[in-house]
């Protein structure tokens, strides 16, 4: 099946540092990836969709600003939250979607993000 | 904005049947997936509907009526590993998701 994974898989940083994410379709290409969060015992939120090539699309109330998405090839795509604050902690996770099957999507592990 | 809801909490007997309900109102609709996420780990898929109907694969199935906005899981034979959070979420534009809030099943012996 289609694997997707994530990189670190938790990471501890002080407030005001930036911290990248990545996220990897392992035996597929992914032109179109996606950003969630999850607070504690709340569901998936989206935030971002990752387009290969192209500029990211996010959802209202996200900013793009400090939450930057790069594309860079058909099976990676990076998120970086950028100054990160205390209440930017949070379980984050990506999908990839398979175009061929059903419209499925393939998510990553997520990582778990906590700042200090 | 989109809105799905479904209920926060069930529990049943081990080797019973369950039946989680999920409503939504979305802004559009390209279909309707179960997921099963334990607890710290990413969600896994379970089904997808986007006609009306059930969709069944073995113990689980899941039924779709789009003009009520209404689906549902159906877990049967219920087994502890089954004891998780089951969340709906449906593809309301260009396969962007939302998500139901989720409802934790606990499975007892």
């Known amino acids: 099946g289609a694997v997707v994974s994530q990189h670190p898989s938790w990471v501890i940083c002080k407030s005001g540092t930036s911290v990248k994410i990545e996220c990897r379709s392992l035996?597929?290409?992914?032109?179109?990836m996606f950003w969630y969060r999850q607070f504690p015992k709340q569901s998936l939120m989206l935030m971002a969709t990752?387009?290969?090539?192209?500029?990211?699309?996010?959802e209202q109330g996200v900013e793009k600003d400090k939450f930057l998405i790069n594309h860079a090839s058909l099976t990676l795509s990076t998120l970086t939250v950028t100054s990160a604050h205390p209440e930017d902690s949070s379980f984050y996770i990506c999908?990839?979607?398979?175009?061929?099957?059903?419209?499925?999507?393939?998510f990553g592990p997520g990582t778990r993000l906590t700042v200090l | 904005g989109q809105n799905i809801d479904q209920p926060t909490e069930m529990t049943a007997t081990e080797g019973a049947i369950v039946q989680i309900n999920c409503t939504y109102q979305?802004?559009?609709?390209?279909?309707l997936f179960w997921y099963q996420q334990h607890a710290g780990e990413a969600p896994t898929f379970l089904s997808y509907?986007?006609?009306?109907g059930l969709e069944e694969k073995g113990r689980f199935s899941s039924f779709l009526s789009r003009s009520k906005g209404y689906s549902y899981l159906l877990l049967k034979e219920l087994q502890m590993k089954d004891s998780a959070s089951y969340l709906c979420?449906?593809?309301?534009?260009?396969?962007?998701?939302?998500f139901g809030a989720g409802t934790t099943v606990t499975v007892r012996a």
């Open positions: 999908s990839a979607r398979l175009s061929d099957k059903n419209n499925e999507q393939f």
């Open positions: 035996d597929f290409q992914a032109t179109t």
């Open positions: 990752s387009n290969e090539g192209s500029k990211a699309t996010y």
């Open positions: 979305t802004s559009g609709f390209n279909g």
């Open positions: 509907n986007v006609l009306d």
């Open positions: 979420a449906v593809d309301f534009n260009d396969y962007k998701l939302s």
